[in-house]
């Protein structure tokens, strides 16, 4: 299985900043939930989702809790947050951000089958990670 998932990225490059690399994960069939998500969303979403990737990749840091925050009692999963339109992520050594996969919020609180999901993905890119390199 190691030769399977080696052949594939663990994550591909979205923004290079000053302070850091956002990167979308990759699975390991090859599918980029985040990616293919946002991709979906209208361009005025899209655009805002841009700026924060950037300003954070920049700055590393955005103090406004309505646009990025940690998502309480997870495994430090952190949620972008554009309007009802979520991506979620972790930090990664290496001063990186990985962008999980995205949803649209409906109710108060972040459903827990995303925050499961996100941490999947995060067990899965750290254990891959071990084995690889990322495509930049």
């Known amino acids: 299985m190691a030769l399977l998932t080696s ?3 663990s994550s591909r490059l979205v923004y290079d900043g000053a302070s850091l ?3 979308f994960y990759v699975t390991s069939n090859g599918a980029v939930p985040a990616e293919e998500w946002l991709e979906q969303l ?3 979403i899209q655009q805002k989702f841009a700026a924060l990737f950037a300003r954070m990749g920049d700055t590393g840091k955005i103090w406004n809790e309505r646009k990025f925050k940690h998502l309480t009692e997870t495994d430090q999963i952190f949620e972008f947050k554009v309007e009802a339109d979520r991506i979620l992520c972790f930090f990664f050594v290496g001063r990186r ?3 999980t996969h995205g949803f649209r919020k409906a109710g108060d609180k972040t459903p827990n089958r ?3 999901r996100a941490e999947m993905y995060k067990q899965e ?3 891959r990670g ?3 390199k990322t495509i930049r």
């Open 7 to 9: 052949k594939l990225p």
């Open 21 to 23: 690399s956002l990167e």
């Open 42 to 44: 209208p361009l005025a």
């Open 97 to 99: 951000l990985i962008l």
């Open 114 to 116: 995303e925050i499961e």
């Open 125 to 127: 890119f750290e254990e």
């Open 130 to 132: 071990k084995h690889e």
